[in-house]
């Protein structure tokens, strides 16, 4: 009795009485601004899920994609923190791709040699695609043998409705769910490196003194910290996001919206979606932990199972 008083009291205070779209397994008396189209996922380290909303059928995910290509690469090719790694050749056709129209891609030059870490950030701060194509055929030999070690680990985590068919997520055939891609945060978010590279605000190709800045913009609001977006016309926007309150990870994924516009505006509405899913996960953290620590509250009422 006196743990749903303190949900309702901290619902009421947080978001008065909106109305919230019919979410499963979302934590009783705890709304959430969930995107009213495609679908989401969040949940709390140490107190689970918050909840997932939409239709869980798979779907492009674009750019997410690089997610699992970074996952895989750090589990071959572990990095520690200040770690620069091997140096990695920049073939013809990464040189070719930097130009390709319609792709996120990176100016690289032939026979460049980039660290491993300078890699990772190239891929997954600036979006780079010819940068992922390239790691994938730098690991494994080409593209398509990779492709098969990230189904192979797709499958060890559980994530039972992705399917990838590339590295780069260019492709609309590589689709997953939130709920998968929600495993695969909460994986790729052990590693400190793969910590380091997302949280930075920016990133530059070797040798050109421009700053590339991050594609997520969330970055630094609401305590975000990561991790990657991504866009297309088939795709739509979608977001992994993750964020620290209180000492606390916080991670979710939304996927899917504006799908059919163009990928600016479909990224553009991912973000203000994200912004708001992360500000109210953050405000009911610090919301909850300063009623726990109120004096005569029962910390016990407020504990989630």
């Known amino acids: 009795m006196r743990r749903s008083l303190v949900f309702l009291l901290l619902a009421s205070a947080l978001f008065g009485c909106g109305t919230v779209p019919p979410v499963s397994g979302a934590v009783p008396g705890m709304p959430l ?11 709390v380290e140490g107190m689970g899920g918050l909840g997932v909303s939409g239709e869980p059928n798979p779907v492009p995910i674009a750019s997410v994609t690089k997610v699992m290509t970074a996952y895989v690469i750090l589990r071959r090719h572990p990095l520690r923190p200040g770690d620069d790694g091997p140096l990695i050749r920049v073939d013809r056709t990464a040189a070719d791709e930097s130009y390709v129209p319609q792709e996120s891609t990176v100016p ?33 030999g080409s593209q398509e043998r990779f492709v098969e070690r990230m189904n192979a680990t797709a499958h060890r985590l559980g994530m039972s409705d992705t399917r990838y068919t590339g590295a780069s997520g260019s492709e609309d055939s590589t689709v997953s769910t ?19 590279v997302v949280a930075q605000a920016d990133t530059a190709v070797p040798g050109d ?89 029962d910390r016990r009422a407020s504990h989630i199972q």
């Open 33 to 43: 601004p969930w995107p009213s189209e495609g679908q989401a996922a969040v949940e």
């Open 108 to 140: 690289v030059r032939e026979g460049r040699r980039i660290p491993l870490r300078r890699m990772l950030e190239l891929m997954m701060v600036v979006s780079g695609n010819n940068v992922a194509r390239l790691l994938a055929r730098w690991d494994s």
């Open 178 to 196: 939130a709920a998968d891609q929600l495993k695969l945060a909460r994986e790729a978010m052990r590693d400190p490196v793969f910590r380091e």
């Open 209 to 297: 003194a421009r700053k590339l800045p991050n594609t997520n913009t969330l970055l630094n609001r609401h305590n975000v910290i990561g991790i990657k977006t991504g866009s297309g016309t088939a795709a739509g926007g979608n977001l992994m996001w993750a964020s620290r309150v209180r000492g606390r990870l916080v991670l979710g994924v939304i996927l899917g919206q504006a799908v059919g516009t163009n990928p600016v505006a479909a990224k553009a509405a991912a973000l203000e979606a994200g912004g708001r899913m992360s500000a109210a996960v953050e405000q009911w953290l610090l919301k909850r932990a300063a009623l726990v620590s109120e004096p005569g509250i």
